[in-house]
């Protein structure tokens, strides 16, 4: 599987880099930001699973960078773990009445963020943690990388497989050929859109060969969708 993405966005030289150090320990691919207005920049150009967002930023504070993501239908969706020096159960409130999906005081314990970022992951892409996703008669295990469906393990390649937990991560939504490539591939991969579909294709001869409906829908002039 690819990497998770965890994006810090912090304006302490020090604390970005305790951070990096220890995300990128965990097994994360990290990049970083400076303020918020780098911030909201890379999340457009390069979207992450989680973002670590401190609330004191210059120019466009953590409030704002959290509101302006959740108020947008392509970031609403990731995890913001919001960090902040302020205790008070007021502000921890309107950090999370702003969107942020966790809150956490400074000075904090790392393994207990660290915690929290694979909490966050989890829920968003599960096959990263290891959890088991299914849909329908459909298992995919992705510590011990086996899928069923049924009672019958179907045998996947890698590329298949981490389409198809991609795929069960987002089980309705319509994905397209651009995004299924960041995520399958990797965006430092350069490969044709086309090869989606040869592998899709492949995909579905092995979701159905024992018998079954296809699952994977195409959304002419959109993408694919499980379901």
């Not at 220890?22 to 909201?40: C, F, H, I, S």
């Not at 963020?113 to 829920?123: I, W």
């Not at 899709?200 to 499980?226: I, M």
Request: contains cysteine; hydrophobic residues 40%.
């Amino acid at each position: 599987m690819t990497q998770p993405h965890v994006l810090v966005i912090e304006d302490e030289p020090a604390q970005r880099e305790v951070l990096s150090y220890n995300l990128k320990a965990e097994g994360y691919r990290v990049t970083v930001a400076q303020d918020g207005e780098q911030g909201l920049l890379m999340v457009e150009e390069d979207a992450p699973d989680v973002i670590v967002l401190d609330w004191m930023l210059p120019h466009v504070s953590g409030i704002e960078v959290c509101r302006q993501l959740k108020s947008r239908s392509n970031t609403r969706a990731i995890p913001i773990i919001m960090l902040s020096a302020r205790s008070e159960e007021l502000d921890k409130v309107r950090g999370l009445e702003t969107g942020a999906d966790d809150y956490v005081v400074k000075p904090y314990a790392v393994a207990e963020l660290m915690a929290r970022v694979r909490t966050q992951l989890r829920r968003v892409r599960p096959s990263k943690v290891g959890q088991v996703l299914t849909f329908d008669d459909i298992a995919l295990d992705a510590d011990t990388h086996r899928v069923t469906r049924g009672d019958v393990e179907l045998k996947l390649g890698p590329t298949e497989f981490r389409l198809l937990a991609t795929f069960m991560e987002k089980a309705g939504r319509v994905l397209s050929r651009e995004q299924l490539l960041d995520q399958v591939w990797g965006r430092d991969v350069y490969v044709d859109t086309r090869t989606v579909d040869v592998h899709v294709g492949r995909l579905r001869k092995v979701l159905t060969q024992h018998g079954g409906d296809d699952p994977v829908r195409t959304v002419r002039g959109a993408g694919y969708a499980l379901g």
